[in-house]
């Protein structure tokens, strides 16, 4: 019997000893405070969200700044703002996000090191521009009234916003907790694209179903000559439009300030009407009782377009005089008349002839003397070709070769935007726009 008491008094014993082990094993995790929330978990939900590396952005763009003499160039330079931001306790080294509705709204989020010294900063630029302060979820607030801008800041990160949801956006910021990505966020920085660029935007907005798309992608790549835009498409369905080993088009002149040329097999996007982009361009030339049916019926893919310089054409003008016995004739003179170039060409099949004659029964087309008219556009020469259909200004068509690429050009205020489909995959499209950074500086007078 003393034998079995003292067994159970070691077996109790043991039990106790072990179930002390483990609560002194849970119990920091029992009564240990949640983790705090990353800073991905403090950012809204919008429909464009990006990020940036500001550092490497002007380690690549200060070539650009100092060879076309940008103002204050030397104020964007990679010692200046990593000295600046060191300064005010903000770590540029870090990652910075933002995000905006496209419209009225953007905010941008970045990482802080040392909150203490971001007071100092916001006492240097009051010496600018007034700071006055407002309180929201107790918190203090600064806001600048002739920016539209707030500035909040924690120990962990800084939010610059304007908008007019200061409240909704500060909230999400403050009362997150770790795990509450946003759905947006979360897609945007898992996708692959773009992964290695310093400035990435990625938008799921509404507008861009309407073409078939569920999101959008772009980035930038610059020069000390050109700015890049890159661009990627994705859409949820595959594509029925694929890339075309080549095709008709005008030769580009060099006076074209727009210009389009497309070369695309859109044999199975043809049979699909309800496809959102096929019933986009529906919708769009409805507008002017265009008969877009009618015309995807007889286009094999090729387009080109010109506009751009001046051509002399013969116009014949009717003015009324009087004979030797007082009575009004008509005298018919021929001037020659300045007006803007023009040059079309696409190519058809066998149901060329149906969309010429659907044309000028709109009267999308109209015949005048020997020259026809687009619409309102000058005096133009139709030829009408087997495979072929062209309409130009000139005395004589301009040079038909043959082009591959998807490309156009945008003459916009002096500035010429080029822009290109690099490729069409399945359920992607990747594309690009260029321009030249001085003449576009040159137009908004940033040299000195």
Request: net charge positive; aromatic share 12%.
């Amino acid at each position: 019997m003393r034998t079995e008491g003292v067994g159970n008094k070691v077996m109790l014993i043991a039990l106790l000893c072990a179930a002390l082990a483990l609560f002194l094993y849970i119990r920091p995790r029992l009564f240990a405070p949640d983790p705090p929330p990353s800073l991905l978990d403090r950012l809204p939900e919008s429909e464009i969200v990006g990020r940036y590396n500001l550092l490497d952005i002007a380690r690549e763009t200060n070539s650009m700044m100092f060879k076309n003499k940008v103002p204050f160039r030397e104020y964007m330079t990679y010692d200046f703002i990593l000295g600046q931001a060191k300064g005010i306790g903000i770590d540029i080294q870090s990652t910075g996000y933002f995000f905006s509705n496209g419209k009225d709204e953007w905010g941008t989020f970045v990482t802080v090191n040392d909150s203490s010294k971001i007071q100092n900063g916001l006492n240097r630029l009051e010496q600018y521009i007034h700071i006055s302060d407002t309180i929201i979820y107790n918190r203090k607030v600064k806001k600048i009234k002739d920016l539209g801008l707030y500035i909040f800041y924690d120990k962990n990160y800084l939010l610059v916003y304007k908008g007019s949801k200061i409240k909704r956006r500060l909230g999400k910021a403050i009362f997150a907790h770790e795990g509450d990505i946003e759905n947006s966020w979360e897609k945007f920085l898992k996708n692959p694209v773009f992964k290695e660029e310093d400035i990435v935007l990625y938008s799921n907005s509404p507008r861009l179903k309407k073409f078939g798309f569920d999101y959008a992608m772009f980035a930038h790549d610059s020069d000390s000559l050109n700015i890049k835009l890159k661009t990627y498409l994705h859409s949820p369905k595959r594509l029925k439009i694929k890339e075309k080993k080549a095709g008709s088009t005008f030769e580009r002149s060099k006076f074209s300030t727009k210009a389009l040329e497309i070369h695309l097999d859109i044999t199975e996007f043809k049979k699909n009407p309800n496809d959102p982009l096929y019933k986009w361009i529906v919708a769009l030339g409805q507008k002017v009782s265009f008969p877009t049916t009618t015309f995807f019926e007889a286009w094999e893919g090729d387009l080109s377009f010109q506009e751009g310089g001046t051509q002399l054409i013969n116009e014949e003008v009717v003015e009324m005089s009087y004979d030797e016995n007082f009575e009004p004739i008509e005298i018919r003179k021929t001037n020659q008349v300045a007006v803007p170039a023009y040059s079309m060409l696409f190519s058809v099949n066998e149901s060329g002839n149906k969309l010429v004659s659907a044309l000028f029964s709109k009267g999308i087309v109209t015949k005048q003397g020997k020259h026809y008219h687009f619409l309102f556009s000058p005096p133009l020469t139709l030829n009408i070709l087997p495979k072929t259909i062209s309409a130009y200004t000139a005395g004589r068509s301009p040079k038909v070769t043959t082009g591959s690429s998807c490309n156009g050009l945008w003459n916009y205020k002096g500035t010429d935007i080029l822009f290109h489909i690099d490729s069409l995959k399945k359920k992607e499209v990747y594309g690009s726009l260029e321009f030249q950074v001085a003449s576009f500086l040159k137009r908004g007078k940033f040299r000195r």
